[in-house]
Each structure stands twice: as C-alpha cells, then as structure tokens.
C-alpha cells in the first residue's frame, strides 16, 4: 500500500476530487482513481467523500493507493525491434497494432509479453501487469517507447513525464488542408460523458497542448508534427479532431467511412528524449517510419 496526503492550494479550490487527485499522477487514468476513491481509501479531513466532492482551501486529501494485483503474466518470444538498450533503460520501436501491457481480457501478445522473454530486470512499480512501462502510445500507434529497467529508473523517467520535460515528436496524416504553417491546441482532456471509451474536451479534464506544425501538404491531406506538452490518453487524436482536422484511419475521433484500407489511426511516435536516470545526459531516439505510412505518403504525394 501507498500512502499519500495533498493539501488544496487556491488553484484547486472547487475542483471535483476525483480530478484533483488524478492530476497529481501522469500514469494512472481518472477511472483507476474513481475505483479507489469508491473503496473508501481517499478521505478529505479525515472523512471518506465521493468522486464529485468539491474541494475547499486547504482541505487535507490522504490517498492509498494498493498493491497491485498479481497476476500471471507469461513470457512470449515475439520479436521486438531495439533501438537502444543498456542496464537502465530500453528502447523500443513498437509495432502497429500491439497493445503495450496486458488488461482483462487480454494477456497476451503485449509488448510487456514479449519484454518478459527478452530480459528479466524490468522495474516493479507498475507490478506484474506493467512492469517497466513508464509511458504508453495506443495500439495502432506505431513508435518509440522507453521502459525501465530498475525503479530507480523509472522514477526518474515517470518525474520527466510528470514536469513535461521528455520530448516526444509524432508524425500524423490528417484530413484537409492545415492553413497555418505550426499551431497549438490547449484543451484540457478527460472521458467522454457518454461513451466511456472515448475521450473528449471537457472543462474538468486534465490540462493537455499539443503543438503542431506542417510538414508537407498534399491533395486534401496534411502531414503534420506533434509534440506534446502533456501525455494525455488519445491526446494529437482529439486535439487534431477538435481544430477540424482528425487523423486519418481514426474510427473512433474521424471520419466514418475511410479512402484508404488501413487498421488504424496514421500516427508514429518519431523522435523520443529524455535525460539518462544514471548518466544524466540527455539523449535522443530516433523511430523509422514503418513501411505502411511511408506508402501511403509516396501514393499521396504521386497522386
């Protein structure tokens, strides 16, 4: 069990808990925080609340967070594409479609399955689920992605995500002509009222920027860079979707019916930095663009 106690400062003053709480973790979603609060293990002065409770000036929040469950996750031999490995970290190009850890109901063919049999020194902090997973991109997400290989590593990475200073760069193909040649989007980010699966623009949410500019436009479509201020779940997805321009393959945030045969969204986690946990020296990773989106920009770009 882990304990933690927050005090309301004035920014926070009328903030709902749930929100408050969650925005204190980079990697640990507004429903994970709702169960716990639901559990009676997050009280406000001392008295349990619910999620919607409205916080006041200098109200005292203790937070336990529990152990996770241990399951068993299994080693996998699936081929992972290393893009730089030493005794702390490892960096890994992943794959469209692979989910990154395991969930209910899927247990397998995860890149944390195929970490497993690559190597055993992963840290513990996210337990048997994640272990080593500081940060993660969707499944049909394609890209660079750092694990750590000791906790101490991942403290390190996990306080670079929480102050924004990790560079992450993705390269997106979106709908329509961008006009203006870079752009950023500020809206904050949270789940969707309606339809738990997505996320949506709404107040409550967790603040989220995305910055962008344009690579190269094409007929209808615009390659785009993004990066990100903040990590948020789905983020260039509804930061792009909200200015008009969402990404193409996206089902969920873009259009419906879709010109080219694709298994999802085109997007790719292209440059990833962050300063070493043990040297202290800043490096950069770069991700090869897979073979689908560079056909796919060439047929453009010929068309």
Same mark, same amino acid.
């Given at each position: 069990?882990?304990?933690?106690?927050?005090?309301?400062?004035?920014?926070?003053?009328?903030?709902? @808990?749930?929100?408050?709480?969650?925005?204190?973790?980079?990697?640990?979603?507004?429903?994970?925080?709702?169960?716990?609060?639901?559990?009676?293990?997050?009280?406000?002065?001392?008295?349990?609340?619910?999620?919607?409770?409205?916080?006041?000036?200098?109200?005292?929040?203790?937070?336990?967070?529990p152990?996770?469950?241990?399951?068993?996750?299994k080693?996998?031999?699936?081929?992972?594409?290393?893009?730089?490995?030493?005794?702390?970290?490892?960096?890994?190009?992943?794959p469209?479609?692979?989910?990154?850890?395991?969930?209910?109901?899927?247990?397998?063919?995860?890149?944390v399955?195929?970490?497993?049999?690559?190597?055993?020194?992963?840290?513990?902090?996210?337990?048997?689920?994640?272990?080593?997973?500081?940060?993660?991109?969707?499944?049909?997400?394609?890209?660079?992605?750092?694990?750590?290989?000791?906790?101490?590593?991942?403290?390190?990475?996990?306080?670079?995500l929480?102050?924004?200073?990790?560079?992450?760069?993705?390269l997106?193909?979106?709908?329509?002509?961008?006009?203006?040649?870079?752009?950023?989007?500020?809206?904050?980010?949270?789940?969707?009222?309606?339809?738990?699966?997505?996320?949506?623009i709404?107040?409550?949410?967790?603040?989220?920027?995305?910055?962008y500019?344009?690579i190269?436009r094409?007929?209808?479509?615009?390659?785009?860079?993004?990066?990100?201020?903040?990590?948020?779940?789905?983020?260039?997805?509804?930061?792009?979707?909200?200015?008009?321009?969402?990404?193409?393959?996206?089902?969920?945030?873009?259009?419906?019916?879709?010109k080219?045969n694709?298994?999802?969204?085109? @997007?790719?986690?292209?440059?990833?930095?962050?300063?070493?946990?043990?040297?202290?020296?800043?490096?950069?990773f770069?991700?090869?663009?897979?073979?689908?989106?560079?056909?796919?920009?060439?047929?453009?770009?010929n068309?």
């Amino acid at each position: 069990m882990e304990n933690y106690d927050f005090k309301v400062e004035e920014n926070s003053v009328g903030m709902r @808990l749930d929100v408050f709480i969650a925005n204190e973790f980079e990697d640990k979603s507004r429903s994970y925080i709702q169960g716990i609060i639901e559990k009676e293990n997050a009280t406000v002065n001392g008295k349990c609340r619910k999620s919607n409770f409205k916080l006041k000036l200098n109200d005292t929040i203790d937070l336990s967070i529990p152990d996770p469950v241990e399951l068993n996750v299994k080693a996998e031999d699936i081929p992972l594409d290393v893009i730089y490995e030493d005794s702390d970290v490892i960096v890994i190009n992943k794959p469209q479609d692979m989910v990154v850890h395991p969930a209910p109901g899927n247990y397998s063919g995860t890149l944390v399955n195929a970490l497993l049999n690559h190597c055993t020194d992963l840290s513990g902090i996210n337990g048997v689920l994640r272990p080593g997973i500081v940060h993660r991109i969707d499944k049909d997400t394609s890209g660079a992605l750092v694990v750590a290989k000791n906790d101490n590593a991942h403290n390190s990475l996990a306080a670079q995500l929480k102050d924004h200073s990790m560079t992450r760069s993705y390269l997106a193909l979106v709908e329509g002509l961008i006009k203006d040649d870079e752009g950023m989007v500020d809206a904050p980010i949270g789940r969707h009222s309606k339809d738990r699966i997505k996320m949506a623009i709404v107040e409550s949410g967790k603040k989220a920027v995305t910055h962008y500019k344009v690579i190269e436009r094409f007929e209808g479509y615009t390659l785009v860079e993004c990066n990100l201020e903040t990590g948020r779940t789905h983020q260039i997805r509804v930061h792009m979707a909200k200015i008009g321009h969402p990404l193409v393959g996206d089902l969920i945030y873009g259009f419906k019916k879709q010109k080219f045969n694709l298994k999802g969204q085109v @997007l790719h986690a292209k440059r990833l930095g962050f300063i070493h946990p043990t040297t202290n020296k800043y490096m950069e990773f770069d991700s090869p663009i897979p073979a689908y989106f560079e056909k796919l920009i060439t047929k453009l770009r010929n068309s």
